[in-house]
């Protein structure tokens, strides 16, 4: 009962949060239609365009309050209330400055007067757009925009094959909007983090999809766009669009990945293998998807998905140990500033491709096919050449001890492991139908894998907690010359916390009662109400 209650709440949020997607996604383009058709002079268009205007600015309210229905956060809240009721005190005077430019539309003060509105208008909306985002969670907008980017590049594939242009340049503009939206949402989040590597990965991410993934997709749109207007139909590349389609799918999942690599077992709410087989089928559905490209990128998937039930069982106690062992590595390696600490920095670049490795063998993830896997091993092993290389450095200014034996003793293992990761990841898995079983042959090589990683991940823990023994507990071989330090070991500082404590929803409402007064008790009378142990015997 629990479970399903919490399923139904994570669904209601989810569909809060997709009316928010599709309400705050081009908030400009009624005002910008309003003020074009007042200063055309248009009075019949303006009072056509004003009902579109407010019924805009209605839903921008409805959409919000909504919101706020399913948020705890009461500050929250408030301010998105008073950013609700800002924008319909605001509507009706910006619809009154159309009609007086429709009427004037060549005086200057009433061009001054749209101009003031529209400013003030588009102020209004952004306090509320950023206002209602604080209020929901960014897991929930990643997964429903992801959503809604998959149904967008179908429907431009679809445009695509049936050469309709507007269609194509319409689905083009959302996709577009959306992805700027995410960007903007995720790099807003961020701010609230300092700088470390998972910042840097997920900024990275949004950097990409923005500046290069989305604009190599809006050219091929443009060169589709002409050519069908034209009539130039040969000029189109199929292959081409659909491979720039699906490169933006694949960088909004990496961006929401990213963001989830932060998340700790307990804050991330684990969606049901039906919603990912979901995703998987409906990504494999996208037109021309699997007639060149998909079927090398997504065989892997499709295999895992046909295991059979016992084989996924296996898999899935496996990853469960991993967990485990990344929870131990993020409690160790987390406590540490990796600014001026390179061993921290490689241990969480290691940790990384260990993650996206076990994703692999589940179906999921970044890595796409048995090459990928094959580069993530090659990453790690330069991550684990330069981690060696750094230790062996600390051991040697370390004097003999049992912690210098301890750490390169945890070298060795790390190299063992490596070399055994870039073995299993070169072993092809396959699954055959035998008698009418799904039968897997790579269920061993899979396992393997998840426990090199699992392995490595202990090994490089140990040398990370013997590196910081060595380089702090104990003299170097020379003490007495001036020598600067290999890494720097600092803690991190705690995350920020707020200077007030908010109060919780039952202490806001509970009554104030008036304190009792400390009554003075006569120290005769005190004496007398004393016992002492015989007396109580």
């Known amino acids: 009962m629990t479970r399903k209650t919490k399923d139904l709440r994570r669904q209601l949020r989810k569909a809060v949060v997709d009316h928010v997607s599709d309400s705050f996604l081009e908030t400009n383009v009624p005002l910008l239609v309003l003020i074009e058709a007042a200063q055309a002079g248009d009075q019949a268009e303006v009072e056509e365009y004003s009902h579109v205007f407010s019924e805009h600015a209605e839903k921008l309210v409805e959409v919000a309050t909504l919101a706020c229905s399913m948020s705890d956060q009461d500050d929250g809240v408030r301010m998105v209330r008073y950013a609700a009721a800002q924008i319909e005190a605001l509507c009706p005077q910006v ?195 699997g007639e060149n490209q998909s079927e090398v990128d997504n065989s892997r998937a499709r295999m895992m998905t046909q295991w059979p039930e016992e084989d996924k069982k296996k898999i899935a106690a496996q990853v469960e140990i991993f967990k485990i062992e990344k929870s131990m590595f993020d409690k160790e390696v987390a406590k540490w500033d990796d600014t001026g600490n390179d061993i921290i920095v490689l241990a969480k670049q290691m940790c990384m491709i260990m993650m996206e490795m076990t994703d692999f063998t589940r179906g999921r993830g970044s890595l796409k096919n048995t090459m990928d896997l094959i580069n993530a091993a090659k990453k790690i092993s330069e991550a684990g ?47 055959q139908n035998i008698s009418g079983e799904m039968v897997s042959s790579g269920l061993d090589s899979a396992t393997s894998l998840i426990q090199a990683a699992k392995n490595l991940m202990n090994a490089v823990v140990s040398t990370v907690k013997y590196s910081f023994v060595a380089s702090t507990r104990y003299p170097t071989k020379n003490a007495g010359k001036a020598q600067s330090s290999i890494v720097v070991w600092r803690m991190r500082a705690p995350d920020k916390k707020p200077l007030v404590r908010r109060e919780k929803p039952e202490e806001s409402k509970a009554k104030v009662r008036r304190g009792s007064q400390k009554k003075t008790v006569a120290p005769i009378r005190a004496l007398s109400e004393f016992q002492s142990p015989a007396d109580s015997l």
């Open 95 to 289: 619809v009154n400055a159309a009609r007086i430019l429709a009427a004037r539309p060549k005086s200057k003060i009433a061009q001054e007067n749209m101009d003031a509105f529209k400013l003030s208008w588009e102020n209004q909306v952004r306090i509320l757009t950023e206002a209602v985002d604080d209020i929901t969670t960014i897991d929930d907008f990643l997964a429903v925009s992801e959503s809604h980017i998959l149904e967008d590049v179908n429907k431009c594939v679809l445009a695509l094959q049936e050469r309709d242009a507007d269609t194509l340049d319409r689905t083009a503009g959302a996709i577009r909007g959306r992805t700027a939206r995410v960007c903007n949402v995720v790099e807003a989040e961020m701010e609230n983090y300092e700088d470390n590597v998972y910042k840097k990965r997920v900024v990275d991410s949004a950097v990409v999809l923005r500046d290069h993934v989305i604009l190599n997709f809006i050219q091929r749109v443009h060169v589709a766009v002409e050519a069908f207007g034209s009539g130039n139909v040969g000029a189109v590349n199929d292959i081409d669009f659909i491979e720039s389609a699906r490169m933006v799918y694949e960088g909004i999942r990496e961006v929401r990945k990213s963001v989830l690599m932060g998340r700790s077992a307990e804050e991330i709410e684990s969606e049901s293998d039906l919603e990912e087989e979901e995703i998987y089928e409906s990504k494999s559905k996208i037109a021309g998807f």
């Open 385 to 431: 050449t330069k981690l060696d290389k750094l230790a062996k450095q600390i051991a040697e200014q370390c004097v003999e001890s049992i912690t210098k034996n301890d750490l390169l003793a945890c070298l060795k293992r790390i190299a063992l492991y490596c070399h055994q990761i870039n073995i299993t990841s070169k072993v092809k898995a396959d699954v």
